[in-house]
């Protein structure tokens, strides 16, 4: 199919070594771009770029330390893709809720993609091409108990990503987010083991019927890289097997 090759594009996937971002260095990787697993966990990230051949490389980056983003950014240079996929969630109400964790979360979920961003675009548009995509969350836009602080800071990428759809657009790069439903990650399976047999219970509530697979997130992700999806860019799509619709 035309328009589909991401040959001689170089992505970087952050969070890369988990498992959506995992999902989307494979996609990534099969359309032909050279991808950056870029993650906390170099040994996993490392793993991961030797998953999927000699085009995958792997560097460490603490999305929590603004100095150690600054040092990624000058280490990984020029790229045309960029994607915002880790994140990290401390599920309590909120009210009980602790403001340190607030601000791991505002650091990691929001600032992070905000910096890097900011320090990777400028190329893009140089360029005259790139893709961004924000890895967001059906919990951000419909509202998730125990999540009131991920939730806030994840929405905050809504008019982030919205905001550089407009102001990039003549520099040939779109820029959408992307909310995955319940998914089937290492970070849902450990929420999961304090509340018995929750996933059971989110997959009766799906109109499909199952919780979501990472693969399912990288599909949508990797066509948005894509020639193909060249018109669109400011967009907010759920992949959550129809339990949020609008």
Request: charged share 20%.
């Amino acid at each position: 199919m035309d328009g589909m090759s991401l040959a001689g594009r170089t992505a970087v996937v952050t969070g890369g070594a988990g498992g959506i971002g995992r999902a989307i260095c494979a996609d990534l990787a099969a359309l032909g771009a050279r991808v950056v697993v870029a993650d906390l966990d170099l040994t996993a990230a490392k793993e991961t770029a030797k998953a999927f051949g000699d085009t995958c490389t792997a560097l460490k980056v603490d999305l929590g330390d603004p100095n150690d983003i600054d040092r990624f950014t000058t280490e990984v240079g020029d790229i045309d893709i960029l994607v915002h996929n880790a994140g990290v969630s401390i599920v309590e109400p909120f009210v009980d809720s602790d403001p340190s964790h607030w601000d791991l979360m505002w650091r990691i979920n929001l600032r992070a993609p905000m910096q890097l961003t900011r320090a990777l675009l400028p190329g893009m548009t140089e360029r005259g091409w790139g893709r961004l995509v924000f890895i967001s969350s059906d919990g951000a836009r419909a509202g998730s108990g125990g999540e009131g602080a991920y939730a806030a800071t994840k929405s905050g990428l809504f008019g982030l990503a919205k905001t550089l759809a407009r102001e990039a657009a003549k520099g040939g790069v779109t820029s959408n987010v992307v909310c995955p439903g319940p998914t089937d990650t290492p970070m849902v399976r450990k929420v999961s083991e304090s509340h018995p047999g929750l996933l059971d219970k989110l997959a009766k509530q799906i109109p499909l019927r199952r919780i979501g697979r990472p693969d399912d997130i990288a599909g949508i992700v990797a066509f948005l890289c894509t020639d193909r999806a060249e018109y669109i860019t400011g967009q907010t799509l759920s992949v959550s097997g129809g339990i949020t619709m609008q």
